[in-house]
């Protein structure tokens, strides 16, 4: 019997542990006995104590709120998550796209910007960026964009030649890669940025009637940025500033917050707009489509568990709940898929019944065994385990389907880059930049553009110029400044 307070320790299967200190060996100095079985469920328990981690977005800093909505958007849509008054519990993993797990957090990069509410009617999942748009429109291309924002396979080095290369002959990133560029491309920390659902979502409400939405998170923090000499200062003294910033606020009591706004577009508008409005490389603009404020989350709990809450939460866009669905956004058809499938390889098969990700509603499906089936089954009644059943088992509601969508065309490989303008946008958004704003941008693409070959830069500056003339005036002037530094520097 422990002498001490505290619990006994035990085996994982519960067996009292006797000595913690020293191994069962024969003889002080060994060899070791296979039989002192706690030696050798610590030993295999440490060699299983990571998982893959994501491909993208692996690093991360996540916590716990509450969304509160305080205006009446009923006409939209019928999601009792989005009826003025309601206050639903949710859980945010903030995150850079490229860097590993290990990565410092003050790296210039797109953030990941997830946001998962526990509602009545089941999770819906939002997991967007800090970013409105994207850098491709195609699903098929995000394989190899997210190569070029990998390791070389041979230096097994990040290339900038990779990522100009790929950005200047996919000129509907040019967009993308201005925000990655400028001051909102490097967030002090997360409570500093917005979050955009990004793609379009539909809105249904009680009458069957569909309209297109977007969904934005504006900071009440305001924006706060580093530049690059502030950023590599940082990541010399920490490389977990972003977790030291987040986790640090909520224990501390400062709970961050973000409003939240809608943009709403009817169907009969969306036959109208010049843009596709289910391009991901789109905005919407605000002064045709002006951003509806619905309410606002605030952050407010740390997890316990780093890992078992942060690291195996799994967000996926394919978690809708009844007056809120998908759009034609093929971004986000690819997205419904490639999301859910990444987290059934990385946590296994039954990974939306782990406590973060389980939902807070009753959950009744068919789905039977696999690897860590540790839930019960509930159907209703154990005879019930198929469908359709004569046991008082789940069934389906057809009052939850939702209205018809008419979807024409012949199914063909359309060149998504034919017709479409990818510079007017990325040309607005850099004269919305003062002067100062534009020449840190033109400094940090003149950075990130080291050792890239001229080809490659001549290519992009071409996209510039086509954007802004000034836009391309200003990188091939900090190009040039550059250089002449670097020679100095030599010299
Ligand atoms: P508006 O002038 O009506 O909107 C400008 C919006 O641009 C602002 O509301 C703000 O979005 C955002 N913005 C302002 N300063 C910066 C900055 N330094 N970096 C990034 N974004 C900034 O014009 P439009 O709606 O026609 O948009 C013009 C450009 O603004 C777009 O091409 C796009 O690049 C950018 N933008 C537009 C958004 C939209 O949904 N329409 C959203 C974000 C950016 P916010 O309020 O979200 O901070």
């Known amino acids: 019997?422990?002498?001490?307070?505290?619990?006994?320790?035990?085996t994982s299967a519960g067996n009292p542990v006797a000595d913690n200190q020293n191994s069962l060996t024969a003889g002080a100095r060994g060899p070791a006995l296979m039989q002192d079985v706690h030696l050798i469920e610590k030993l295999a328990h440490q060699n299983r104590e990571r998982i893959p981690e994501r491909v993208v977005h692996a690093k991360g800093w996540g916590a716990y709120g509450t969304l509160k909505i305080t205006e009446d958007i009923s006409k939209y849509t019928k999601a009792k998550v989005l009826q003025k008054g309601a206050e639903?519990?949710?859980?945010?993993?903030?995150?850079?796209?490229?860097?590993?797990?290990?990565?410092?957090?003050?790296?210039?990069?797109?953030?990941?910007?997830?946001m998962k509410f526990y509602t009545e009617e089941g999770n819906w999942d939002l997991v967007g960026n800090n970013t409105p748009v994207f850098f491709i429109r195609d699903p098929l291309k995000f394989p190899d964009f997210i190569r070029t924002q990998k390791r070389h396979p041979k230096t097994n080095l990040r290339s900038n030649t990779a990522m100009w290369d790929f950005w200047s002959l996919s000129p509907e990133s040019l967009h993308q890669v201005t925000i990655l560029m400028s001051d909102r491309g490097l967030p002090q920390a997360p409570m500093y940025m917005n979050g955009y659902g990004s793609h379009t979502y539909s809105f249904i409400n009680e009458q069957g009637e569909r309209h297109w939405v977007k969904f934005h998170f504006k900071t009440q923090q305001g924006h706060k940025f580093h530049t690059n000499a502030e950023a590599n200062e940082i990541i010399g003294n920490t490389r977990e500033s972003y977790q030291e910033a987040l986790?640090?606020?909520?224990?501390?009591?400062?709970?961050?917050?973000?409003?939240?706004?809608?943009?709403?577009?009817?169907?009969?508008?969306?036959?109208?707009?010049?843009?596709?409005?289910?391009?991901?490389?789109?905005?919407w603009p605000h002064g045709e489509f002006p951003p509806i404020t619905i309410g606002e989350f605030e952050l407010n709990r740390n997890a316990e568990n780093y890992f078992a809450e942060i690291e195996q939460v799994a967000f996926s866009p394919s978690n809708f709940v009844p007056g809120i669905g998908p759009s034609p956004d093929k971004m986000l058809q690819g997205r419904i898929f490639s999301y859910a499938d990444a987290h059934r390889y990385r946590l296994g098969t039954h990974y939306e019944a782990l406590p973060v990700n389980a939902p807070k509603c009753p959950v009744h499906h068919y789905h039977k065994d696999g690897a860590m089936r540790f839930f019960e089954p509930k159907t209703g009644n154990v005879d019930a385990y198929y469908e359709p059943n004569s046991f008082g088992g789940a069934e389906q509601a057809p009052e939850y389907a939702e209205p018809a969508l008419a979807l024409s065309g012949d199914a063909d490989r359309y060149n998504h880059r034919e017709g479409n303008d990818d510079y007017t946008q990325a040309g607005d958004l850099f004269r919305l930049f003062d002067d100062e704003q534009k020449q840190r941008l033109f400094s940090n693409i003149a950075a990130a553009m080291c050792g890239v070959p001229d080809f490659i830069v001549e290519r992009q500056l071409g996209h510039f110029e086509k954007a802004d003339p000034a836009y391309a005036e200003g990188v091939k002037a900090a190009i040039d400044a550059r250089a002449k530094e670097m020679l100095a520097a030599a010299e």
């Open 1 to 10: 019997m422990s002498k001490s307070k505290c619990p006994v320790m035990t």
């Open 247 to 283: 986790f640090g606020t909520i224990e501390e009591g400062n709970y961050p917050k973000w409003t939240m706004q809608v943009q709403v577009m009817s169907e009969a508008e969306a036959e109208k707009t010049s843009y596709d409005p289910f391009d991901l490389t789109k905005v």
């Open 88 to 114: 639903t519990p949710m859980i945010i993993r903030f995150s850079t796209v490229a860097g590993e797990q290990g990565a410092a957090d003050a790296e210039r990069d797109v953030r990941g910007f997830a």
